[in-house]
């Protein structure tokens, strides 16, 4: 869709843009289809924002469409601070260009983290201050599914946590000559108090 530029504002020191509320983001997802394929792309969105600073009316042009969706879903998900005038808050717009990149190669799979739930600290490591870093191998089928997955020696409890996560998760499978083939996927993680109190996926 085509975007139609909003006029300009008739005061010209007015601030006549509204902001993306850093606190109360939408979650941008990554469009399956789009993410299985490896394909990266970007989409352009100008909304309409309400003197409440909700956003209507949103529009969008993207690399496809699914991009274009995943966008508009982020901002109608999204609170916005609105433009002011004269002390009080007015409708305005917000415009914003998402890029959306995989940062992975399609020769090797990849966890997909949209369809794949954090991994859980064990209460009892979580207690006793245990922690570690892993390694792991798995070989990924054409269906993403995990096959015997390997860690690297560390503290069982965490070690079984880990090859527990690595196992159930859900993968993006390698590609080759444009269809999905079994491969091994090496990854890492860190069970850390570091990571526990940054609250970065360890609950």
């Known amino acids: 869709m085509a975007i139609v530029p909003f006029p300009a504002h008739s005061d010209d020191t007015a601030p006549v843009i509204a902001v993306l509320d850093p606190n109360h983001r939408g979650h941008l997802v990554y469009p399956p ?42 901002a109608y998900s999204s609170k916005f601070l609105p433009a002011y005038k004269y002390g009080q808050p007015i409708e305005s717009h917000w415009e914003d260009t998402i890029p959306f990149r995989t940062g992975k190669t399609a020769t090797t799979p990849a966890l997909d983290h949209a369809h794949t739930a954090f991994p859980y600290y064990p209460d009892f490591a979580n207690d006793k201050d245990i922690s570690g870093r892993f390694t792991v191998t798995c070989q990924v089928d054409m269906a993403g599914i995990a096959h015997d997955c390997a860690a690297s020696p560390g503290p069982e409890i965490l070690r079984q946590a880990t090859l527990a996560y690595f196992t159930l998760a859900r993968y993006l499978p390698a590609i080759k000559d444009g269809q999905p083939v079994s491969a091994p996927y090496h990854g890492t993680i860190d069970w850390s108090s570091d990571a526990k109190n940054k609250n970065d996926g360890f609950q």
């Open 33 to 74: 289809a789009e993410l299985e394929a490896r394909h990266g792309g970007s989409a352009h969105i100008l909304c309409i924002i309400t003197e409440k600073g909700q956003p209507r009316s949103c529009q969008t042009s993207a690399t496809a469409p699914d991009f274009a969706l995943a966008a508009e879903a982020y």
